[in-house]
């Protein structure tokens, strides 16, 4: 996903690629604090080219080669270029605090449990991912 936000609204442009829930939380963040948004869908093929294109930062695939992944928020009004949702939550909620999504700074609590829920899904999301670019595209 991609967001670019200016001072009258926020623009996000969401890439897709496997399974829809990939892209909802940041979106359902920016719902959440009343930030507009606008969503751009990316073709699994072209997701390292346009993350490329933007400037996105790419993650450390299992083998430690370059893997870019979705979504991506980019916000204009400060320049940032964020990946990753859970990473991307906690900026829209640190730089746009007036409506916060961790309640009384248990940040750290979701953020344990976060971390433990997606351990424990990370085998089917392999699957999930090997079967979604067999086919896609």
Same mark, same amino acid.
């Given at each position: 996903?991609?967001?670019?936000?200016?001072?009258?609204?926020?623009?996000?442009?969401?890439?897709?690629?496997?399974?829809?829930?990939?892209?909802?939380?940041?979106?359902?963040?920016?719902?959440?604090?009343?930030?507009?948004?606008?969503? %751009?869908?990316? =073709?699994?093929?072209?997701?390292?080219?346009?993350? @490329?294109? &933007?400037?996105?930062?790419?993650?450390? /695939?299992?083998?430690?080669?370059?893997?870019?992944?979705?979504?991506?928020?980019?916000?204009?009004?400060?320049?940032?270029?964020?990946?990753?949702?859970? %990473?991307?939550? =906690?900026?829209?909620?640190?730089?746009?605090?007036? @409506?916060? &999504?961790?309640?009384?700074?248990?940040? /750290?609590?979701?953020?344990?449990?976060?971390?433990?829920?997606?351990?424990?899904?990370?085998?089917?999301?392999?699957?999930?991912?090997?079967?979604?670019?067999?086919?896609?595209?």
């Amino acid at each position: 996903m991609v967001v670019q936000h200016s001072e009258d609204e926020v623009r996000v442009k969401p890439t897709a690629v496997g399974p829809i829930a990939l892209n909802t939380p940041p979106r359902f963040v920016l719902g959440h604090k009343h930030l507009p948004f606008e969503t %751009v869908w990316v =073709e699994f093929p072209n997701i390292a080219t346009k993350m @490329k294109e &933007i400037g996105a930062s790419p993650n450390k /695939g299992p083998d430690g080669s370059d893997l870019y992944t979705v979504p991506v928020l980019c916000d204009p009004n400060t320049g940032a270029l964020v990946t990753d949702s859970w %990473v991307i939550a =906690e900026y829209l909620d640190k730089t746009y605090p007036e @409506k916060p &999504i961790f309640p009384h700074n248990s940040n /750290g609590l979701i953020n344990a449990f976060y971390a433990a829920f997606s351990g424990l899904l990370q085998p089917a999301f392999k699957f999930i991912l090997l079967r979604v670019s067999q086919i896609l595209n």
